[in-house]
């Protein structure tokens, strides 16, 4: 299978692959949107717009550092309870009014469990899965032994609007998720990290041949995994103004639909950073049209699950047949 | 295996054995001759099942007993604490005080504590086809019931609903909804815009209501069938700028929901007081251990919490009184 | 294209490693350090429960090594079990005799699996997003069909897959011994084995050398999920009711058991052998911790520390790279 991410021909033109991701993703986010603008009438509204957008904002958080990841042709199970571990710390500073050194502590938090991974996975040579697998239920032990069932609740004005205030009329988030996807597409495509992860999830022999440091790389990227997730649980406890050791619960499988909706191979070495930020847009559209047009919570597992199956099976056989890839 | 392996896992295996070591021996330095209860709980991650836990030490030290907090480590996992249930069995306690994660999957875990001659006290999640000394609880349906004729009472008797379920399977939930359901019934002007599942918490529940926010630009109303998700919710509200149009509603009392009350963000919630119900609990199970008398099911008062009386469940469970047997049996109290 | 026409590649790949997987001393150490430390542990009732809470799980994680043999996941395994487990129940107390429910669960778990094994094996999809997706259409069925509630009341011969006795031994002893021999035969003895080590070893060559490939990748995924659908009357039988989430969560398990059993992610390495022990590991330890009267909340993040540092000794020694 072809892995790399070299520029595709159609005919005489030549796409990148990201083009035609991206493209192929905004086609299906515009399908989504006139057909939920016909069914429903609320679905054309600004304050849905902005409440879809907040929902992606939040899921694009959880599924950069994934993302980052996956590029490397490794994966993180952790994310979720590493979540729910930097939430609990740094909201029962920042309840008691330690709000910087809560912020501080939340990112700390998240940046040393993915920097553990990395080393895990790095010289520790277990396989990414296992070591996250392990980390997952780690995170979620220290939560629940830290917060011995309590709820923090009652976080400060000034420190919720990162959570729920806004810029004008956009929410926080959203302004948040932006900055975040810059810095993130910059780093993949300006850096030497970014090239990097690139390389080692293209060829990971090769790029060890060429004499990248790519033990240091690779737990680079856990880190930000981690401390991604950390920036995540600052921005759901300022929205939900608590916290709780169940917090970090059934946001990984979420995470992980939505870069495989981004195009994003779990092969490594092929998406980027702009299919999951329209992979987190489809999937806040579609939970958002489910809940608008009234579908039962209980089928929205199995609507998920079809539409990741089948947007990586177009991938799988439309995508190479249309750029004249094979 | 070559040598340098086997010193390696010689190493490992008896730090191991070490460490197990030391565990036991501050385990079982904690027992000395006391009677010991399981007192076993959904999971350790809910505030409510927190609650429980300290009503049960509370009424453990009154009595001295001694109590083993018993959870499964996936917050309400069926297989797990049908595992657990196993396990304890072997261990061999003096009684069972327990709650089912599923009133129904559990039932064959709890048959072979019965045949071990384990006493069981069940409470919380009513179960059937067992033998119990007897049920500590609380009567879901007219708890939900009663707190929704009272707000609906409070609309005039009119208006538009949501109705947010717990986790579906749950005997509570359930029983709350047949309340819920039974009110809006009986209530021909309260129209039930649409009912979903938010797992009983608070993540789940409030993304699931900013969706249906923006299906319904008018909600008077939101029933939750517990508080964690009710105070999501008025959350929610508040910051759309729609808390003074919606009033919400939840069921516990936790001191969240107290103080949202206060805050006036909640309208109202009714008392089903995990301290209580568990501080009840291992009493019956003392008592029936010494051969006292205890009734086949105890039902605990219903209390509706809003803003008039909220003062008095602004406490967290620690500070909470303990109830009193006498009165809570007679039914006045 | 015969297996025949690569004896080397074939057997290199069957070449299985000698040492034993971390899981071993994990559980050697385990069973020593319980019966020093616990009255309870080391009694044939208690053996006994152990071996029977992990009979789902240990057969569950036969099919789990195949796929994981050929370098794929099921992490649908979970959700396929609850579905198998309610259709199954349903049928039952719908007054349809047994043998239908059991044709009809065995038809619905390896239906799963020839999906999966379809688009990983031919459309040459993800395994991973490919089950993940399975998954969440597997859980949808199964909580729609229920309402999310448990499927009661069953005939009272249900209760025989958990509680029988046939010589001596409960049934789900018999059904994961039963069940490895099976899977021992068909992965040691047959064409299908071969291949499943093949396939792990050297997909590309495989591939290049023939289409029947893809028919035996695509069986290992529906043998998998075969076998799932048998541990679902285990399970519905302990609970005696079937439950739609009862078998979320046991893919994780699964996979962690087989990991733990020495059988690599890569290059189609390991034994079903490695996998019971890894499975039991998981089980005393679960029972130990419980025994011990260790809390829940640390025994969370215990497990978590094992299942790395087990699997830590296995790489740090070189056990099978």
């Given amino acids: 299978m072809n892995t790399t991410a070299r520029p595709l021909a159609i005919g005489r033109l030549r796409i990148d692959h990201g083009v035609f991701i991206v493209v192929s993703r905004l086609v299906a986010v515009t399908a989504i949107v006139v057909v939920l603008a016909i069914l429903s009438p609320y679905f054309l509204t600004w304050s849905n717009f902005i409440n879809v957008l907040r929902h992606a904002a939040l899921q694009f958080m959880m599924a950069s550092g994934l993302t980052l990841v996956v590029l490397t042709g490794g994966i993180d199970l952790s994310i979720g309870a590493v979540l729910g571990l930097a939430a609990c710390l740094s909201a029962s500073l920042i309840s008691t009014g330690s709000e910087t050194i809560g912020i501080v502590f939340a990112l700390i938090a998240g940046l040393a469990a993915g920097a553990a991974n990395g080393v895990l996975v790095t010289y520790g040579r277990i396989p990414a899965f296992i070591a996250t697998y392990g980390m997952l239920w780690i995170a979620h032990g220290l939560g629940y032994v830290f917060m011995k069932g309590e709820v923090i609740y009652g976080l400060p004005q000034a420190f919720r609007w990162i959570g729920a205030g806004f810029v004008g009329p956009i929410p926080a988030p959203v302004i948040v998720a932006v900055v975040l996807f810059v810095v993130l597409h910059v780093m993949l495509h300006r850096t030497v990290l970014g090239r990097s992860i690139y390389a080692i999830g293209g060829n990971p022999s090769a790029a060890r041949l060429s004499g990248m440091p790519v033990k240091r790389r690779l737990i680079a990227v856990y880190a930000m995994s981690g401390l991604l997730s950390g920036l995540a649980a600052l921005v759901v406890i300022a929205r939900l103004n608590a916290a709780d050791s169940s917090l970090g619960e059934d946001l990984l499988l979420a995470a992980i639909a939505a870069v495989c909706l981004g195009g994003t191979s779990l092969f490594g070495g092929v998406g980027g950073i702009a299919g999951t930020a329209i992979g987190s847009i489809i999937l806040a559209l579609v939970v958002n049209g489910m809940n608008l047009l009234g579908v039962q919570t209980f089928w929205q597992n199995g609507v998920m699950g079809a539409i990741i199956l089948a947007s990586v099976l177009a991938d799988q056989l439309a995508g190479p047949r249309l750029l004249g890839r094979r | ?333 | 294209m015969s297996a025949a026409a690569h004896p080397q590649l074939i057997a290199r790949s069957t070449a299985r490693a000698r040492n034993a997987p971390g899981a071993l001393y994990l559980l050697a150490t385990m069973v020593v350090a319980l019966t020093l430390f616990t009255p309870d542990f080391f009694s044939v009732a208690n053996l006994t429960n152990v071996l029977l809470q992990v009979a789902v799980l240990t057969i569950v994680a036969l099919g789990m090594t195949l796929v994981i043999l050929t370098e794929g996941i099921d992490l649908s395994l979970g959700p396929v079990l609850g579905l198998c487990g309610v259709a199954a129940s349903m049928i039952v107390v719908a007054g349809y005799p047994l043998p239908v429910a059991i044709v009809a669960a065995l038809a619905i778990g390896s239906a799963f699996g020839l999906l999966n094994g379809s688009l990983v094996a031919i459309a040459g999809m993800p395994p991973f997003i490919v089950t993940l997706g399975a998954f969440g259409i597997a859980q949808s069925l199964a909580t729609v069909l229920t309402g999310g509630n448990s499927v009661t009341p069953l005939p009272e011969y249900y209760r025989w897959f958990n509680a029988g006795v046939f010589l001596g031994i409960p049934v789900p002893i018999w059904a994961t011994i039963v069940l490895f021999g099976l899977t021992w035969l068909l992965l040691y003895r047959t064409k299908f084995g071969r291949y499943v080590f093949a396939i792990g070893g050297n997909k590309q060559a495989l591939k290049l050398a023939g289409t029947r490939v893809s028919l035996y990748h695509v069986l290992v995924y529906v043998y998998a999920g075969a076998l799932t659908a048998v541990a679902s009357f285990i399970m519905t039988a302990r609970m005696n009711a079937a439950h739609p989430t009862i078998g979320v969560g046991i893919e994780f398990d699964a996979i962690a058991a087989v990991i733990l059993g020495g059988t690599s992610f890569e290059k189609g390495r390991g034994s079903i052998a490695g996998t019971v022990v890894g499975a039991l590991a998981v089980g005393v330890l679960r029972n130990g911790l419980n025994l011990l009267g260790v809390s829940a909340e640390w025994q969370v993040a215990i497990v978590g520390v094992v299942i790395i540092g087990a699997v830590a000794l296995d790489s740090l020694r070189g056990f099978n790279t």
């Fill in chain 2, 1 to 333: 295996m070559d040598r340098r392996n086997f010193i390696k896992a010689s190493v490992a295996a008896s730090g191991a054995a070490a460490g197990l070591g030391t565990l036991v021996t501050s385990v079982y330095a904690q027992s000395g001759g006391k009677p010991t209860i399981a007192f076993f709980v959904k999971n350790v991650t809910n505030p409510f099942w927190k609650g429980c836990r300290i009503g049960a030490e509370k009424a453990a030290k009154d009595l001295s007993v001694n109590l083993d907090v018993v959870a499964p480590t996936k917050p309400d996992n069926i297989e797990e604490q049908t595992r657990l249930v196993e396990d304890w069995i072997v261990k061999k306690p003096e009684s069972f005080v327990f709650v089912p994660v599923d009133y129904k999957a559990l039932v064959p875990s709890i048959q072979k504590a019965n045949k071990a001659g384990i006493p069981v006290v069940n409470y919380n999640n009513r179960m059937t086809d067992v033998e119990v000394v007897t049920y500590v609880g609380s009567d879901d349906e007219k708890m939900q019931y009663e707190l929704c004729k009272y707000l609906f009472k409070s609309m005039g008797d009119k208006g538009k609903v949501v109705h947010i379920d717990g986790v579906p399977a749950a005997s509570t939930a359930q029983a709350r909804k047949r309340g819920f359901d039974r009110a809006v019934k009986e209530t021909p002007g309260i129209e039930v815009l649409a009912s979903q599942p938010g797992q009983y918490r608070r993540l789940p529940a409030v993304q699931v209501f900013e969706n249906l926010m923006q299906r319904f630009p008018v909600i008077d109303a939101v029933v939750c069938a517990n508080d964690d998700m009710a105070v999501g919710i008025a959350e929610a509200l508040a910051a759309a700028g729609r808390g003074a149009k919606t009033k919400v509603t939840g069921i516990d009392g936790i001191p969240d929901a107290a103080q949202a009350i206060a805050a006036g963000k909640m309208f109202a919630t009714a008392d089903f007081s995990g301290h209580d119900q568990s501080y009840i609990a291992v009493t019956a199970a003392v008592r029936q251990l010494r051969k006292q008398s205890v009734p086949k099911e105890i039902m605990l008062p219903i209390v509706i919490i809003d803003k008039a009386n909220v003062k008095n469940f602004m406490m967290t469970p620690e500070e909470r009184p303990v109830p009193n047997w006498d009165k809570v049996v007679s039914g006045k109290s």
